[in-house]
């Protein structure tokens, strides 16, 4: 099984070789060693590959790993085509471009960087293309099969890291203030606030008022557990009435308030629980795909001419 581009590792070998300069020009060597759905593959792809992948790995990988690397990303792009999925030029120099950003350079210095160690820039953009088309399809084609199950997620974790805490959901509201306003402007909005909340008694009710009156703005409805808030804002929910505003403070967009909406039990998603639903969605995404490379490699034509 091909795993996907150690990005981090690639970006400290290709910064270490920014520092180096003047490598001969690469091989051209078009030999085809193996056809694969009667696309080539040649000497100079394997010798680009085994570079790019001694430069990700510091280890030298054998010819045969090479070439069954570039055999599966044949057929991972074939059955990209199949169903529509083929990144165009711009989304790979795009995804290139977002590698040089994390590592602080150009793409121009990315590429010079590369070819230092005697790599193409298109061979790194080939295999961006490859694994970039094949976790697209493994998740589309196969999303239900790879959705972890909140039980089984609880199950794994074991009862004591089961935490239960308050779901909420409200909704943001500002009566706006601009810079420079008088004090006694900025009393009269904290007035106005006051007498909003004693009107309003539903996240509806708000919505209507909040949404036709000048000057204040409504925003859409946020939901939050007790693990995302502060202490002191989750005793400020817990002391509002479903449907009433909290306390008007002063804020620099102005007088903000916010309207609760529900107030719910749940069970956090602790980081325990978060690390173990990860592993098993990689352990089944690792179990699916290998599956689904084993028979599309089953149902490709190989012709292997020299190795």
Known sequence: MTTQLPVFRLLLAIGAGLILTGLPAPSRAQNIVVMVNGDPITDFDIEQRSKLDTLTTQKTPTREQVINELI????KLKEGKK?????????????????????RITPDQLTKSLEVKGVRPETL???MKAEMVWT????????EKLMVGERDVAQAVGDKLQI??????????????PRGSSPAFQETRMKEAEQYRARVGSCEEANSLFRSTPNATIRESVTKTTAELPEALRKVLDDTAIGHLTAPEVTKSG????VLCSRKPTMIDTP?????REKMYQEKYEKTQKAYLDDLRKAAMIEYRNR
């Open 72 to 75: 599966e990303d044949k057929v």
């Open 83 to 103: 169903y529509g999925v083929d990144p165009g030029v711009s989304d790979i120099n795009q995804s290139y471009e977002g590698m040089a950003q994390r590592m």
């Open 125 to 127: 953009k080939g295999r």
């Open 136 to 143: 697209s399809l493994v998740r589309g084609r196969f999303k």
């Open 164 to 177: 239960e805490g308050t779901e909420y959901k409200m909704q943001p509201i500002v009566l706006i203030v």
């Open 255 to 258: 007088i903000e308030m916010v």
């Open 272 to 276: 325990k629980k978060r690390e173990v």
